[in-house]
């Protein structure tokens, strides 16, 4: 069978798996913000209307002087991009022929950037013993690397390497003249980040990519940007279509900056309702992922692939996400978002009945 390569649009895994979709479901393979969108953006929606008779600003001032305000750098390190897909498509496009190495499990869509640009495309495995990375490890391979993607947090499991850590891979990099990509799409979501924009000021090797799609609940409008040395984000921007971002995005994107509190409720709901599912699995017996945010990996240690558990949660409405297309976990794990306490509630009352069967 084909699986589908994202989570969300649940049609196509329950067509893709010849089941019936069930009408009462809750979707734990997208990861989104449970409180949904700030409410500034939900109380403003009615004046988006204005925007549509009118092309966008295809630079994205205003919303770019807003994020380097709050960065600390200058609007000419930043480019705003149509979600982060299309940042990580103009990566691609920017390293064509280039040798990539990319620290496995992570997001498909780096790999997909990159063999569709003839890249060659090595991996360094994050083992699930503790998903610790090994720096020195990995600087041997950086050797044959020209290009390194690191997702942090990570996609999946989300476990958060700190900044002592990265400051070390930024380093064997920085020796080894390896452009270094490095995803944070779900950083916002992690208590006590210490932030590595800094780094790109003083490095030209290191590239920040962010999405405001997971912590805002705005994945319909995609909005995302990446940020870098101004000789990279003009390249980057050279590749980019005019117009990719519509003003209904980029608008929505500069009330969501001032939804601190909103980001505030958001780590509170996440961390309680984490250590209440860890606690639970834990008590079950079932593996989970030290996650530091909005969603984590799992398994029935009892269970090699992870396919009948799936296909018991699929027929329970709980649709969690496959890694099938995870290099390194193949299906051998299942990812969840952490929803609220109702959708939560549910999961686990499906997790007891799978235990009680078993």
Known sequence: MTWPSHGSNPQYLYEAMDKPMPADRIDFSANINPLGPPRELKDK????????????????????????????IKETQILVGNGGAELITLIGRMIAGKSVLIIQPAFSEYEEACRV??????????????????????????????VLFFCNPNNPTGVFYPLSIVEELI?????????????????????????????????????????????????????????????????AASLKPHWSVNALALKAGEWCLNSNEHVRLTKNL???????????????????????????????????????????????GIIPRHTMNFPGLEGRWLRFAIKGPKDNDRLMEAMQEWRKDR
């Open 45 to 72: 929606w009615g004046n988006l209307f204005q925007y549509i008779t009118d092309y966008p600003d295809p630079h994205a001032a205003f919303l770019k002087s807003k994020l380097a305000a709050e960065e600390g």
């Open 117 to 146: 640009n003839n890249c060659t495309v090595y991996y360094h495995q994050l083992e699930p013993e503790d998903w610790g990375l090994n720096v020195e490890a990995l600087s041997e391979k950086l050797k044959f690397a020209d």
């Open 171 to 235: 380093k064997k990099c920085r020796i080894h003249n390896c452009l270094l990509i490095m995803d944070e799409a779900f950083y916002d979501f992690v208590e006590g980040y210490q932030s590595i924009v800094p780094f790109i000021g003083r490095d030209s090797n290191v590239v920040v990519l962010r999405s405001m799609t997971k912590m805002f609940s705005i994945p319909g409008l995609r909005l995302g940007y990446m940020m870098a040395s101004e000789r990279l984000i003009e390249r």
């Open 270 to 316: 996440i961390r309680q309702e984490r250590e209440r599912l860890v606690q639970f699995y834990r008590n079950l017996d079932f593996e989970v992922s030290p996650s530091s945010v909005n969603f984590y990996v799992l398994r029935d240690s009892s269970l090699d692939v992870q396919l009948p558990l799936f296909q018991f949660l699929l027929e329970k």
